[in-house]
Nanobody, 120 residues
Framework: QVKLVESGGGLVQAGGSLRLSCAAS????????MGWFRQAPGKEREFVAG??????TRYADSVKGRFTISRDNAKNVYLQMNSLKPEDTAVYYC???????????????WGQGTQVTVSS
């Protein structure tokens, strides 16, 4: 059974930083693309960042230059978030794409999400 577990969310003041982690288990994620998405109250879920097995990355325009996605092996993915803004407040989800594309991707596996709240 595939399982993705996010951690690292919390409350931070504007301008601060957080690092989200995603631990994958249940199978080998070699060649998978991994992504981070977020959903704010009353809004649709949106793509934040993605990373392919080749380490190619892609970011939403709203987070370019502030967020960095990385992976250290086939099972751990991170999202370093700097210069956080109140509009970054959302539930952040980790997801896995078996096709390897990532962007655009077909994300079949999802974590339960972790709350990020940025106060002004």
């Amino acid at each position: 059974q595939v399982k993705l577990v996010e951690s690292g969310g919390g409350l931070v003041q504007a301008g601060g930083s957080l690092r989200l982690s995603c631990a994958a288990s249940g199978r080998t994620f070699n060649n998978y693309a991994m992504g981070w998405f977020r959903q704010a109250p009353g809004k649709e879920r949106e793509f934040v960042a993605g990373i392919r097995w080749s380490s190619d990355t892609r970011y939403a325009d709203s987070v370019k230059g502030r967020f960095t996605i990385s992976r250290d092996n086939a099972k751990n993915v991170y999202l370093q978030m700097n210069s956080l803004k109140p509009e970054d407040t959302a539930v952040y989800y980790c997801a896995a794409d078996a096709s390897g594309s990532g962007f655009p991707g077909k994300y079949e596996y999802w974590g339960q999400g972790t709350q990020v709240t940025v106060s002004s």
